[in-house]
């Protein structure tokens, strides 16, 4: 086990999109990093070495998260960022949905980020210091029912726990994208959901990697929610 001070992050969802970009953007600037989804072994993007540890799993599980965080203090030490990035977004009118979109839903935005996070939160007390940035949203229309349902609430949840744990020098914060050019939006759709942002465009991974490094550079920022979303919460 490595016990320097070298800076060690968890990123989840981080195979493809925002979570791949986060991870490449922290090993560029020599963090550590845990990057886990479910075949994460088999990216192409990311190899293992020193300073990258692979996990591979489930998000909604608990024993996926107990695996991620006891990789991260068996191979670097210490967690001081927490990442949760990894979401689905299932569009279907709301009466279109089934058991099984629910729980998947549910499972992969919502469980994953409580597991995850409930494992990180002993280490970072034990440091006396930690952050974790939870990845939301902005809808900016659509049939959008459960991403709303399950990723709205992360704002309001990063705020209650940026208050019960600030004492312990932990903070939580949130970045709500709107439409990203990611894997999940095919190029095809890009013109019409520009459309959608008085910016006139989607975002790029490279925002959302901006917001992040912000948020883990303020130290005196917690509780707080970055809209990064081409002024697509002010409407059109």
């Known amino acids: 086990m490595e016990t320097n001070q070298q800076t060690v992050a968890i990123v989840t969802g981080a195979s493809s999109g925002i979570g791949l970009g986060v991870t490449q953007a922290l090993l560029q600037r020599g963090w550590r990093v845990v990057a886990t989804s479910r075949t994460i072994s088999n990216s192409k993007d990311l190899k293992p070495s020193p300073d990258l540890v692979l996990v591979d799993g489930e998000a909604g599980k608990k024993e996926t998260a107990v695996k991620v965080a006891e990789a991260a203090l068996k191979h670097f030490g210490r967690i001081d960022l927490l990442v949760n990035n990894v979401g689905i977004y299932l569009p279907k009118a709301f009466t279109d949905y089934t ?42 229309g659509g049939s959008a029912l459960m991403a709303v349902l399950s990723k709205s609430t992360m704002p309001a949840v990063s705020q209650a726990l940026a208050q019960d744990y600030a004492a312990n020098n932990i903070r939580f914060n949130t970045v709500s994208p709107a439409v990203i050019n990611t894997p999940m939006h095919a190029k095809a759709d890009h013109a019409a959901l520009a459309k959608l942002h008085p910016l006139g465009r989607i975002g790029e991974v490279s925002d959302i990697v901006d917001a992040v490094l912000y948020l883990q550079n303020a130290t005196f920022v917690t509780g707080e929610n970055i809209r990064v979303d081409g002024g697509a919460h002010g409407g059109r």
């Open 99 to 140: 058991e099984e979109d629910y729980n998947l839903v549910m499972n992969t935005n919502v469980a994953s980020f409580f597991y995850m996070t409930q494992q990180v939160i002993p280490q970072m007390k034990k440091q006396s210091s930690g952050h974790v940035v939870n990845i939301s949203a902005v809808f900016v």
